[in-house]
T-cell receptor, first 111, second 114 residues
């Protein structure tokens, strides 16, 4: 069965600083990988996904993630944080029609 | 296309009661999944329905059940409510044909059990 580990339940950055949210996965078959964002009192919204092909995936709101098979990682980055990025972020892995989510990382952006 | 809708948005129930939550997926989506989200346990998978059949199930007691109708709308039911069932219940839909498809989430139903 696949699983996801998100390193760091809380990450705090200053406005304009690099955002790095870490995700490692475990899967017995080539995985499909996703990052979602959840704003307060809302459902989850897809930021980006990796299925096949290019390992660097660009998503919405300036986020991107790189699939590294050798490291079983799919870390999410954004070069410059802004206040609107404050939210909870979830990494997910899917195969065999079974999607599993990580525990989430709460991002705080300081002015 | 209209997004995933969930009703009701907020609900307050008493211990021992039962509750039914409803989810309408995006038109054309055949897969509906349910999740429970709490501060302590995070996002936990309840079950997934595809074309009216339960295809996957999480590790929840039998008090949690669901069903899907022929129009893909889904309901979940929780019987004999416990305080620990207080949570945000999220529904997500996808075309369901491939694991590469992302899920589209509704805004959730916040259930409070007193």
């Amino acid at each position: 069965a696949q699983s996801v580990t998100q390193l760091g339940s809380h990450v705090s950055v200053s406005e304009g600083a690099l955002v790095l949210l870490r995700c490692n996965y475990s899967s017995s078959v080539p995985p499909y990988l996703f990052w979602y964002v959840q704003y307060p009192n809302q459902g989850l919204q897809l930021l980006l996904k990796y299925t096949t092909g290019a390992t660097l995936v660009k998503g919405i709101n300036g986020f991107e993630a790189e699939f590294k098979k050798s490291e079983t990682s799919f870390h999410l980055t954004k070069p410059s944080a802004n206040m609107r990025d404050a939210a909870e972020y979830f990494c997910a892995v899917s195969n065999n029609n079974d999607m599993r989510f990580g525990a989430g990382t709460r991002l705080t952006v300081k002015p | 296309k209209a997004g995933v809708t969930q009703t009701p948005r907020y609900l307050i129930k008493t211990r021992g009661q039962q509750v039914t939550l409803s989810c309408s997926p995006i038109s054309g989506h055949r897969s509906v999944s349910w999740y429970q989200q709490t501060p302590g346990q995070g996002l936990q998978f309840l079950f997934e329905y595809f074309s009216e059949t339960q295809r996957n199930k999480g590790n929840f007691p039998g008090r949690f059940s669901g069903r899907q109708f022929s129009n893909s709308r889904s309901e979940m039911n929780v019987s004999t409510l416990e305080l620990g069932d207080s949570a945000l219940y999220l529904c997500a839909s996808s075309p369901g044909d491939r694991a590469s498809y992302e899920q589209y989430f509704g805004p959730g139903t916040r259930l409070t059990v007193t």
